[in-house]
């Protein structure tokens, strides 16, 4: 109970709900508890307490109406509620607060929201703002909504895990916010018409918007493997010609551009506050690093606007003549047409902080003075093995050629493991880490399901389910969960911390699961066994919600997840799973003729290919596991 609201009234917002729809004006405790269902009278205040709101929680969801006034209604009825049956009860006040925590401030609540924090020492969600270059509370615009626009990828080839990183990223952000109780926008660009598409397809020989569909669709697939969920927009620079069009028009009306030759350049002497972002001076923007110096400009940094068409490359027709839109004004074209010129979280990789978002941000003040975006975020890079990812240096990964060889979970757990801001180092050795602590995770949740399910073979439904009523969860659970939820709580809302989440209290979360399953086999008294039962399933069910606002609980059964990583990992080990449950025969073999040096060598050939065997006193399974070298392997016999 404790846990479900603790998590589930974050997620009262996107249910839109309100809930005095049915509910009387509580002048009477039994009336009310009559027209929630059915209180029973048993146990403590407290418990009546937790009851009849997790009955009004039911309430809240099921109502799926607008927020409005009746919402203080029901806030007053809560308080009668505490009046007439729980004047003392300290929990009451705290469930109170967390659902009124998600009342949007489009009313009078906000003054006993803050109040609310205040007693309930809930820190506001803090985010990095590239901008103002700290820390910042965040606070959307329009109360219990936010708008964010993502700058998405070229599709000309398929994306590498530097792309992975940052959509990973922003799904974090997205999610969270959603978990949050705020409705939120979410709008990610494809440039469909660049440079490097035409590069690209003329050597291919196709033509550009076709090359940019399939790398589109194939970037779709790599987010969905990621569990990226998809944004509630991706609009095209090639639908979008109008509003590019429309904002260039606006720019030169507003003598912030010039054309030449058909080409038409922003002038960034006319954008007195331009680099605000990136804090460079235009006088440093020397022949930048993507333009070439071009003698028609007025200052070196100006850049395209549009750009008039050259022979072989795809066109649009404009007031300055045939061409196609500069790269950087797409993005502040889509984002004013989705998101308005005011919008909350402008999000990208830090390389696109000079000159992308320099000159977005130019280019929508210079159209439209009004522009405010709150919050410019950044995510770290991607090296690899240390460097620089590049194609040049060899050291380039698609997202599809490691989820080849790994879990896309495991890939999206592995960029999780830096802070967002940070860089992200990857290495063989790293994401082969990373793989093992995911397995570890679904291994924990399977061990939690087979105890489950095992006990209730052994016990008839009656006694499993009249028992478990009054069984209460074990003081270890409820450390266990506490901790969790204030780590979940307090990482996530400082500046998304998720990485700490991960190694912190979740991987003790699992832990704890792991030793409850194994004592629920042992022979216990009937009542320990069933607060067992109900620790584990109360622990399972907190981990469940933190993976899934984390992006990474699988729809799947947990059986088939693991199935999954093990099939990667004989695709790394270039092995079969009858390979493997052969060489376990062999072992068995070698063990029961007691050739000790044999049945060694097995077990240290497969943990060089990542495959650890595991002997319990019946049989051998296997799983997978981080490979080590041969001659590293520790000996199992010493
Ligand atoms: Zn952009």
């Known amino acids: 109970m404790n846990s479900m609201l603790l998590i589930m009234p974050a997620r009262l917002g996107s249910f839109g709900g309100h809930p005095t729809e049915d509910l009387p004006a509580a002048r009477d405790a039994t009336v009310l508890s009559r027209r929630c269902g059915n209180v029973d009278e048993e146990g403590s205040a407290d418990e009546r307490a937790e009851r ?24 007053s009825n809560l308080k009668a509620f505490q009046r007439l ?24 609540s906000r003054v006993f929201r803050l109040r ?23 606070k959307p615009k329009v109360p219990g909504k936010v708008g964010m626009y993502v700058c998405g990828v070229t599709a000309y080839d398929f994306s590498h895990i530097g792309h992975a990183r940052a959509y990973v990223a922003f799904d974090v952000l997205y999610r969270y916010l959603k978990h949050l109780g705020y409705e939120v926008t979410y709008v990610r660009n494809f440039t469909d018409v660049d440079d490097k598409i035409i590069k690209r397809a003329n050597e291919l020989g196709e033509d550009p918007l076709s090359l940019s569909s399939r790398y589109c669709g194939e970037f779709l697939t790599d987010m969905a493997d990621l569990q990226c969920l998809p944004p509630d927009h991706e609009p095209r620079v090639s639908a979008h010609m109008d509003q590019i069009r429309d904002m260039i028009a606006q720019i030169i009306q507003n003598d912030c551009a010039y054309t030449v030759d058909g080409d038409v350049y922003f002038s960034v002497d006319k954008s ?19 333009v070439a110096v071009d003698s028609r400009k007025r200052n070196p940094a100006d850049f395209a606007l549009w750009k008039a068409a050259k022979p072989g490359e795809p066109s649009w027709d404009s007031p300055w003549g045939s061409g196609r839109p500069g790269w950087h004004i797409e993005c502040s074209a889509m984002s004013s047409q989705y998101l308005t010129f005011s919008f909350d979280i402008h999000g990208g990789g830090m390389d696109l902080i000079f000159p992308h978002h320099e000159n977005e941000l130019a280019q929508s003040c210079a159209a439209c003075p009004e522009t405010n975006i709150s919050y410019w975020v950044h995510n770290g890079f991607v090296t690899v093995n240390d460097e620089k990812m590049s194609k040049s240096l060899g050291n380039f990964f698609t997202i599809r050629e490691v989820t080849k060889l790994y879990h896309p979970l495991a890939l999206r757990y ?44 052994r016990n008839s439904p009656e006694e499993t389910q009249s028992n478990s009523k009054t069984a209460r969860i074990t003081p270890a659970a409820q450390d266990c969960i506490k901790k969790l939820q204030n780590d979940f709580q307090s990482k996530m809302c400082d500046d998304l911390h998720a990485s700490d989440l991960l190694t912190g209290s979740l991987k003790d979360a699992l832990r704890f699961i792991n030793n409850s ?13 069933l607060a067992l039962l109900q620790s584990l399933a109360t622990v399972e069910n907190e981990v469940k919600q933190v993976l899934d606002v ?89």
């Open 116 to 138: 609310d924090q205040e007693m309930m020492r809930i820190p506001e969600f803090v985010l990095y703002n590239s901008m103002t270059k700290q820390k910042e509370v965040f």
């Open 52 to 75: 009849l709101i997790e009955m009004l929680y039911e309430q809240m969801r099921l109502q799926r109406l607008e927020y409005n006034l009746r919402l203080r209604q029901f806030a």
């Open 272 to 290: 007195p506050s331009y680099g605000q972002l990136s804090g460079r001076k235009t006088e440093d923007n020397r022949a930048g690093e993507r």
């Open 550 to 638: 984390l992006g990474l609980l699988s729809d799947l059964p947990y059986l088939k997840v693991l199935q999954q990583l093990k099939d990667k990992a004989l695709a790394r080990a270039g092995m079969k799973e009858e390979d493997v449950l052969r060489l376990i025969e062999e072992r068995a073999l070698a063990r029961k003729s007691k050739d000790f040096a044999r049945s060694d060598q097995i077990r240290k050939d497969l943990v060089a290919k990542g495959i650890a065997l595991m002997d319990d006193s019946e049989s051998t399974t296997w799983r997978p596991c981080v490979q080590v070298p041969n001659e590293q392997a520790p000996n199992p016999s010493t």
């Open 517 to 529: 399953a194994t004592m629920l086999k042992k022979r216990l008294q009937k009542q320990q066994q």
């Open 85 to 108: 049956l729980f004047p003392t009860s300290e929990n009451f006040i705290k469930y109170y607060c967390y659902i009124w925590q998600q009342v949007p401030l489009n009313f009078e």
């Open 414 to 457: 592995f960029l999780m493991g830096m802070h967002y801001r940070s860089p992200v180092n990857y290495s063989i050795e790293q994401i082969e880490l990373a793989s093992d602590a995911f397995y570890y995770i679904y291994e924990a949740l399977q061990s939690c399901q087979d105890a489950i399910s095992s006990f209730r073979e």
